[in-house]
Structures are given as C-alpha cells and as structure tokens.
C-alpha cells in the first residue's frame, strides 16, 4: 500500500546461516504471487513535510566480482551495505526494493518458474536474524530474448524501526548461486524523523518504467511542494540494466525554472545509471566489496542548484541516447523552510 503521513496514496554465510534462511523460506512460502507487469507506471509511495531525511543503503548480490579479485572469481551468497542514519532519529517509513538479470525464461510466464522467486528475499538488520519478505505489489518484469529483468520491493518498516542503523543483509530467496542469476541486488531507502534535522519535503516514487529504442524520456513531476528559494536538496535513484557510457541523464525543473543538470555524488558524470558511490557525507559500506553494484544502480543527486528560485511542482526529466535503462524508483528530499 502506498503511504503518507498527510494522505494515504499508492559476512561469510556458515551452515548456521544456511539453517535459517531455509527455515525463513519455509514461514513465506505460503502467501500468494504478486503479479508481474512489464510495466508499472510510476506514481508516489510515501511522501511526508517534517524534520527529518531519507537515507540508503544498496549493494550487489554475487556475481559481482569484488575489487581486486582476478576475473571470473565471483562471491556467493548474501550481500551487506550499511544504513547510515543520525542518533536519535526515529525511522518514519522504509521500503526495500530488489532486482536483476536471470537468463531468459528464468521467471517463466503463467507462474512457471525455472529460476530464483523473484517475490522473495530474506533479511537481516543488524545483529538479528533473517526475516522473510515478500513483495506487496506488482513485480516489473521485462524479458527479452538474452535475459529476464525483473524489479520487486516491500514496506521493511517495521523491521528497520527495530534494526535502527547499522549492517544490513540482503539473501536471495532460493541462496541461488552466481551461475543461476546473472546480476542483480537490492536497495533500501528509509525516510527518518529528527527533531534537530531541517524541515523538509521527502518523498518516494517508485515503478518500472523503460528508457531507451523508442522511449528516450521520461518525465516524473512531483506536485504541491512550495519549496522556497535557496533551499537545499537531494534525490537518489534506483535503476536497472545501467552503463556508464549509455549517455544517459536526469534533469531537474523547480516551478516555472530553466531545468538542470544534476550531479551524481560519486562524480561529474550526469548519469541516474551509475552504480552506487558514497553517500553526501559518507561512504557507503558494502559487501562484497564491489567498485559497482553490478547493473542495479543507485545514484545520489545534488538537488540543491535547481532549488535556487523554489518552485511549487519539481519536475524530473530522464533521458538516455545509447542503450538505456529501467527505472525502478525516485526518493526527494528538498529544504521546506522554517
């Protein structure tokens, strides 16, 4: 169900490890398929006015071949990030969001599986055990001769209340190894409260929205924001199937505004399909200890030049000129005044 606080809307694994992801498999098994789209439209997930942020953490699941390791040495099994989020900060709404490439008829049609569930994972905040999860909406599917892409998520809230900041572990539903799933892997996005943050807008987007042949673009407009001049901001994004020279981009239009170009904070390049790099002060932790996130990407923008003049609608705009991408998700946050 998509929320609101204003309205509501649309480490190494042991044989231990082993025994309790089979055991938390068995308590999801019985709840039913959500349904696969090849296209889910974007609309808002969560959106609240108040003191406080958003944070992510994401990473990649094996095969991602780690920093240094000679090629074709992939890692298996789950795959950890850290949450970084202020103390005393009080987690208002999070959503985990999954995905990635299968070889093709790997989800099959008709409920017909060959390959991982692509409706379920397990996690793991930090110090706690495996939970089961399962997707609560539409599952993105989009398939192509070469491969099967697919985009799940979940409302994590209650778990990532309890787990606060810290590690957290994301398993693939089955344990598949690297050979059975080409790439893939997870992102978290948690909107917190503080009472010492600044007032802000936050809010969380989400679908399963293709870029590239036909479609070059896609505009997201987020509505009713009345953001004053000056203030400051950020978005992030969750993408699917990224490369770093599919000359893509993002721009954002605050009002009325001359758009502009954001910038991704792991460098210059304006690109919302680039793998995820340190968070705005701060390094992402992760592991396995990948230079990307294989070809799940989660961007982190500047907001802040497009907020100069403040504006009442912020319009996003994605563009590709190569290969393109899948957006899966879109989370804003932008200075609301005093």
């Given amino acids: 169900m998509r929320k609101s606080m204003d309205r509501t809307g649309r480490g190494a694994v042991s044989a231990l490890a082993a025994l309790a992801l089979s055991a938390a498999l068995t308590s999801a098994a019985a709840a039913p ?3 696969d789209s090849a296209r889910v439209p974007f609309a808002e997930r969560f959106h609240t006015t108040g003191h ?13 071949r780690a920093a240094g390791r000679r090629a074709g040495a992939a890692r298996s099994g789950p795959s950890r ?11 208002r709404y999070a959503r985990l969001y999954w995905g990635g490439g299968l070889p093709a008829g790997a989800l099959g049609a008709g409920g017909h599986r060959t390959g991982p569930d692509p409706a379920r994972v397990l996690l793991a905040g930090p110090g706690g055990r495996y939970r089961p999860v399962r ?22 809230t209650a778990l990532v209340r309890q787990g606060g900041p810290g590690p957290y572990t994301v398993a693939r539903a089955t344990g598949a190894r ?22 802000r807008r936050l809010a ?3 679908g399963f929205e293709e870029l ?13 924001l009345r953001i004053p001049p000056g203030a400051r901001g950020r978005a992030g994004t969750v993408t699917y199937h990224g490369m770093r020279d599919n000359e893509s981009g993002i721009t954002a239009k605050a009002g009325r505004n001359t758009p502009v170009v954001l910038r991704d904070s792991a460098g210059p390049a304006n690109s919302p399909a680039k793998s995820a790099g340190p968070d705005f002060g701060g390094r992402t932790v992760r592991a396995p200890e990948c230079r990307t996130t ?11 030049p497009a907020l100069r003049y403040g504006g009442d609608r912020l319009a996003f705009r994605f563009t590709t000129r190569k290969a393109g991408y899948l957006l899966g998700a879109l989370f804003v946050q932008a200075g609301a005044g005093h």
């Fill in 33 to 35: 398929a959500p349904g």
């Fill in 52 to 64: 406080g942020g958003i944070s992510r953490a994401a990473a990649s699941w094996p095969g991602c």
């Fill in 81 to 91: 990030a850290r949450l970084r989020l202020p103390a005393g900060a009080r987690v």
């Fill in 135 to 156: 997707a609560d909406g539409a599952i993105g599917h989009r398939t192509t001769p070469r491969a099967d892409t697919y985009q799940a998520s979940a409302d994590v």
């Fill in 178 to 199: 690297a050979r059975t799933a080409s790439w893939g892997g997870w992102a978290l996005v948690a909107v917190y409260t503080h009472p010492r943050a600044p007032l």
């Fill in 204 to 206: 969380l987007w989400d």
């Fill in 212 to 224: 590239g042949g036909r479609r070059r673009a896609l505009t997201v407009a987020l509505n009713g």
């Fill in 294 to 304: 294989g070809r799940l990407d989660s961007g982190l923008f500047d907001l802040t």
